[in-house]
C-alpha cells in the first residue's frame, strides 16, 4: 500500500479520437457538463474563439475553422478526475495528435454511426494500438439515419482486427432513436440527465411504449441476436487494447454519453505504469517523474508565455517542488505548476500521476523532456515522424540570419516543426508533416519574431534518420554529399534524398547504417 493509491486510482486520463465531423467537440462539452466544468454547452468553442481573435498566428486556425491547439481539461466526476487531452482535428496537425497519445491511458473512439470507421479514424487507432491503448467506443449521431448496428460492429471488428462488445442497444434509431438499453443490466435510460431505469428485458412494455410497432419489433430481434451473438465483456482483453466496449448514444441530444462517461469511471485504467530507459516506474511510487509530450507558446499572449505540458508518471508534484531536468542535469523549480479547465486554468498545489501540468517556462523545457526528483531516468517514446514536406527557408532581410537560426530552433523544440542544419553549413531545412504547419510557423515568425520569411523548395523529397554500429560509417557516408546530411536538433544524424528510388539506392548499398522514419525523442 502507499499513500499514493487512492489518488492514482480515481484518475482517468484519455484522449477522444475520430475523424472530423463525427462530433468530437460536442461530445467533449457534453463531458465536460457532467463535471460541472462548463455550465452551458457551446462554449468550448466560444473559448476557442475568444482565444483567437487575440492571438494572431492563431488566425490561421479561425480562418480554416480548424483546432492546431492540444488543450487538456481537467474535471471531476462520480468520484473520479477525468484529464481529457484535447487532440487537433486536422491531420496536418497530426504529429501533435501523436505525441498527446503518449500520455493518455486510455481513448475514446468516436463514430458516426452513418459513416461507421473513416480514413483517420482507422491511422489513430493504429497510433493506440502500438501502444496499447484500451479503446472505448461511442457511436454518435444514432439521432439519424444510421448504419445497422451489426454492421457497425462488424465494421469496427473487420477494419480495425477489434474484438467488440455492445454494452448497451439503441432503442430505436434515426427519428424514433430514444435512448439506450444496457444489455447486461437490463435497464434503459432516455436521457442522459436520468438514472437508468430497470426492465424486466427487451420486450418490456415501457419499451414498447417508446418506439412504433415496427421499431420496437427490430428492437427486441436484434437485442436478442446481440445477447446471443456478442462477445462477453473481458476487460482485461479491454485493458491490453484487444476488445473495445461499444456504447451509441447522441452527444448532440443528450444521450449514452453518460453511459460512456460511467463506462470510463468503471472500466478504463488508472494511470499505468510508464517504460523509462532504466526501468518501469510504477505509478504508486513516492517520488516525482513526468515527461513533457507537448509545447505551447502564447497561451495567453499578453504574458508571452510558453507553456510545456507535462505528464505525472508517479509520485507527487507539489508546488514549488524542485526538479531536475535529465537532458540537462539542472534543477529547476516548479513555482507555478497549472491545472486546466474549459474556461479556465489555476495554479496546481499537487498532482499526481495521471495528471497534466503545465510548467511555464522560457526554453528551458522541450519535449520528450523527463523530469524527475534527482534520478537519471528518461522516458523514451515520444515520438518524431520523419517529415514529408522539406523547405528552405529565406528570410527577408539577410542581416536576420542569426535571428531567424534561433527561432527555428525555438519552432523545433516546440515541435511546430523539425529543423535539420545541413553538414555543409548551408541554409537550414525545414520539415514538416503537413503543409499548414508551415502556414503556422511563417505566421507564428512574422507575430513573434517580425521575421518575414519565404519558403522554397530543396531538391530532397524524402529524410530518414540514419543510425549504424559502426564507428565513422556516418562520416563516410556523409562525404558523398555533405549537403544531402544534416543534423536535427538532438544533433542526429539525416539523410536527406531525391526520391524513395534513391533512398532505396543507398540503403541497398550500405547495409551497414540503418534508415528510420520514426525516431523517439532525445
Ligand atoms: P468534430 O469535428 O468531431 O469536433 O464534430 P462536431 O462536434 O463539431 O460536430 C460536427 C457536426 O455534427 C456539428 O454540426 C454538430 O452539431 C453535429 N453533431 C454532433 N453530434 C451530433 C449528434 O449526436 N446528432 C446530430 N444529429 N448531429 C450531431
Redesign the pocket.
Known sequence: MSALDTPVSKRRTFAII???????????EKLLLFGGAIQLAGQV?AKRDRRNTRSDWMGIERERGISVVTSVMTFEYGGHVFNLLDTP?HEDFSEDTYRTLTAVDAAVM?LDGAKGIEARTLKLVEVCRLRDIPIVTFI?????DSMDPFDLLDDIEKTLALDTTPMTWPIGRGKSFAGSYDLSRSAIRLRDAEDQTPVNGPEDGRIQALLPPQDYENFVGEVELAAGAAKPFVRQSFLEGHLTPVYW?????D?GVKDLIDALGAFAPSPREQKADSRTVEANEERMTGFVFKIQANMDPNHRDRIAFMRVCSGKLTRGMKAKLVRTGKAIGLHTPQFFFAQDRSIADEAFAGDIVGIPNHGTLRIGDTLTEGEDLVFRGVPSFAPEILRRVRVADAMKAKKLKEALQQMAEEGVVQVFQPFDGSQPIVGVVGSLQLDVLKERLDAEYGLEISFETTRFSVCRWVTTTEPGKIDEFARRDSSAMCRDLDGDAVYMATSPYSLKYEEDRWPMLKFTDVKDYQ
Open positions: 475520430s475523424h472530423p465531423d463525427a462530433g468530437k467537440t460536442t461530445l467533449t468553442k482535428g468516436v454518435n449521431k444514432m439521432d439519424r448514444g447522441s452527444a448532440l441530444r444521450m
